[in-house]
């Protein structure tokens, strides 16, 4: 790998690990379950594109599929935590 290249994955890396640390706060702090849950789907999403850039440094493609399996479930587990949200029941 470059060192052009490495010095940016490991800055994208910080950013996301910053961008992260600002959901967390949001997480904890939030005044709404609404915003709760959205600092979560932001926080999946975070980690997935860590993971990613993980498997940019490392040539690994057990990383692209670990962020693939992260994106699935972290869909579905937002999906259910807003349909639970609204209707106060996740399985009808």
Known sequence: MSLWLSGTVHFALGCFLAAMAIAMFRLFAGPTAQDRVMALDYMYVNGMLMVLAG?????????????????????????????????GEVIE
């Open 55 to 87: 498997g940019i440094i490392y040539a690994s493609d057990a990383y692209f599929e670990s962020a693939l399996l992260m994106s699935m479930f972290g869909f579905v587990s937002s999906s259910a935590i807003a349909k639970f949200l609204l209707r």
